[in-house]
């Protein structure tokens, strides 16, 4: 079951990092295969971060409120339940978990709009940290030795495949120094919500209550973060939504999934290896190139991710 739970949780991070590689294409032209350009159709600010978030969650949540109940027919009945006096702790455990959602992503785009983007994705990929703290705190999940190490060398893999900054750009503000490990420690507590959710509630019902939260939040933030560009090209723009959702409806679903299986601490490990993923997958579909220090990175992630599936084995012995 560990095993399977494990490779759950791998295949939702190639979901997360095809969603990488898409919002990518939305901000930046790229040779997509090497057959064809697209991309650029918005600017890369606040703004439109904000209205890619909208326009991703106002696709999901109609998505899975179609299929949650075929994969799992009782999950109607089990969100009409949560409305239950004695639900109504699940139920605000599930609304947080949403709320914490929205948070991550909102306070990741501020790190990114006012420091370099590399800068701001190594301090939100510190959240495993956090994680393993949260669930040491909580759930008295105390990480081994072997745990820490490899987690060490996961977070050195991923900071690796980071794109190069100069330190010149650096001297931006500590604004964005703060909200990219606050996402990070806001992400952490999603996870543990979610595992200590899950003791009650199946992921897939609390994964469409935390998307349904996220997408009224996002509404909210385009009523005050207003978009002011004209004629957005916004047939690409629903295209590259539709996949984005896509993706991120099977990343969540998958990833909660294995975090029911092998915990939040493991999982978050093995997320802790998109940054590698996403570069590496980059590299595939719209040929960003990677030097020997990135593949070296990607070298040491896809070992030390090999190893943590072996944990419990060399444990044991």
Not at 13 to 37: E, M, Y
Not at 172 to 183: E, M, Q, Y
Not at 250 to 268: C, D, F, K, Y
Not at 299 to 306: F, G, M
């Given at each position: 079951?560990?095993?399977?739970?494990?490779?759950?949780?791998?295949?939702?991070?190639?979901?997360?990092?095809?969603?990488?590689?898409?919002?990518?294409?939305?901000?930046?032209?790229?040779?997509?295969?090497?057959?064809?350009?697209?991309?650029?159709?918005?600017?890369?600010?606040?703004?439109?971060?904000?209205?890619?978030?909208?326009?991703?969650?106002?696709?999901?949540?109609?998505?899975?409120?179609?299929?949650?109940?075929?994969?799992?027919?009782?999950?109607?009945?089990?969100?009409?339940?949560?409305?239950?006096?004695?639900?109504?702790?699940?139920?605000?455990?599930?609304?947080?978990?949403?709320?914490?959602?929205?948070?991550?992503?909102?306070?990741?785009?501020?790190?990114?709009?006012?420091?370099?983007?590399?800068?701001?994705?190594?301090?939100?990929?510190?959240?495993?940290?956090?994680?393993?703290?949260?669930?040491?705190?909580?759930?008295?999940?105390?990480?081994?030795?072997?745990?820490?190490?490899?987690?060490?060398?996961?977070?050195?893999?991923?900071?690796?495949?980071?794109?190069?900054?100069?330190?010149?750009?650096?001297?931006?503000?500590?604004?964005?120094?703060?909200?990219?490990?606050?996402?990070?420690?806001?992400?952490?507590?999603?996870?543990?919500?979610?595992?200590?959710?899950?003791?009650?509630l199946h992921p897939f019902p609390f994964t469409?209550?935390?998307?349904?939260?996220?997408?009224?939040?996002?509404?909210?933030?385009?009523?005050?973060?207003?978009?002011?560009?004209?004629?957005?090209?916004?047939?690409?723009?629903?295209?590259?939504?539709?996949?984005?959702?896509?993706?991120?409806?099977?990343?969540?679903?998958?990833?909660?999934?294995?975090?029911?299986?092998?915990?939040?601490?493991?999982?978050?490990?093995?997320?802790?290896?998109?940054?590698?993923?996403?570069?590496?997958?980059?590299?595939?579909?719209?040929?960003?190139?990677?030097?020997?220090?990135?593949?070296?990175?990607?070298?040491?992630?896809?070992?030390?991710?090999?190893?943590?599936?072996?944990?419990?084995?060399?444990?044991?012995?």
């Amino acid at each position: 079951m560990a095993v399977f739970g494990f490779l759950i949780v791998l295949l939702a991070s190639f979901f997360f990092c095809f969603q990488n590689v898409i919002v990518r294409v939305l901000f930046n032209q790229h040779a997509v295969l090497g057959v064809f350009q697209t991309g650029g159709f918005v600017t890369p600010n606040l703004q439109n971060s904000f209205l890619l978030m909208f326009m991703r969650m106002v696709l999901v949540v109609p998505l899975m409120a179609f299929l949650v109940p075929k994969l799992h027919p009782p999950a109607w009945r089990e969100l009409r339940q949560l409305w239950q006096v004695e639900q109504r702790s699940l139920l605000g455990r599930s609304l947080l978990a949403g709320f914490l959602m929205f948070l991550y992503l909102a306070l990741l785009y501020v790190s990114i709009g006012v420091i370099p983007a590399g800068i701001a994705l190594t301090l939100f990929f510190t959240y495993p940290v956090f994680t393993a703290l949260f669930s040491w705190r909580w759930f008295g999940d105390r990480p081994s030795l072997l745990r820490w190490g490899i987690m060490g060398f996961v977070l050195l893999g991923s900071f690796l495949t980071l794109p190069h900054v100069s330190p010149s750009s650096t001297s931006g503000s500590w604004l964005g120094i703060i909200t990219g490990i606050a996402s990070g420690i806001a992400y952490a507590l999603y996870t543990v919500v979610a595992q200590k959710s899950f003791e009650k509630l199946h992921p897939f019902p609390f994964t469409w209550i935390s998307f349904a939260t996220t997408l009224v939040l996002s509404a909210a933030c385009l009523l005050v973060w207003q978009i002011h560009e004209a004629q957005l090209p916004w047939l690409a723009l629903w295209i590259g939504g539709l996949l984005s959702a896509i993706f991120t409806f099977a990343g969540h679903l998958l990833n909660n999934l294995g975090i029911r299986l092998i915990g939040a601490t493991t999982a978050s490990m093995i997320g802790a290896s998109n940054p590698a993923l996403t570069v590496a997958l980059a590299w595939l579909t719209i040929q960003e190139t990677l030097n020997v220090v990135q593949i070296l990175g990607v070298a040491i992630v896809t070992l030390s991710v090999a190893l943590l599936s072996q944990e419990r084995r060399f444990v044991k012995g």
